[in-house]
């Protein structure tokens, strides 16, 4: 069972990577949710934290990864926005 | 500490909902990567069966939320490509 969770978390982690290859390539954001990256990365940063403090390495690593990539996306938004 | 992973889960959930309102108001669905949604509910679905599989109901139910949600977003981009 443990190669279901760890397929879910491989998905849930990397599926960020083709949004942001593909904002940053067209730079169309006007379809993306200001507000759903923003609660978003909050979430996952909380997430990060919540690993770190209870030494869950697996859960701390993978939400920096995402923190990472859901936080490009936010800022081309963001620079989208201000342009 | 349990507070924090309370209150990311909750972030991380929710953070769906902006984006489908969004998209079903706008249909505007070009900045938003195809990709990125076919493995994104791939790996929801997957961590929804690992929790039902492991019995754990927080895992299950909060992915089934998402799984829910992104699957929405998913919906109206296949439909924009159809059109």
């Known amino acids: 069972m ?6 879910a978390a491989l998905c849930t982690t990397f599926a960020f990577v083709p949004q942001v290859i593909h ?3 067209t730079k169309d954001t006007s379809g993306i949710s200001l507000a759903m ?9 909380l997430w990060a934290v919540y690993g770190l403090l209870v030494h ?3 859960i ?3 939400n920096c ?3 990472f ?7 081309l938004k963001l620079k989208s926005l201000r342009s």
Request: aromatic letters at 18%; zero cysteines; glycine letters at 8%.
């Open 60 to 62: 701390a690593s993978a």
């Open 65 to 67: 990864t995402v923190l």
């Open 23 to 25: 904002t940053w390539k």
């Open 56 to 58: 869950d390495w697996p």
């Open 69 to 75: 990539l859901a936080g490009s996306v936010l800022v």
């Open 2 to 7: 443990e190669w279901i969770g760890f397929a």
């Open 37 to 45: 990256y923003i609660i978003f990365v909050v979430g996952v940063s």
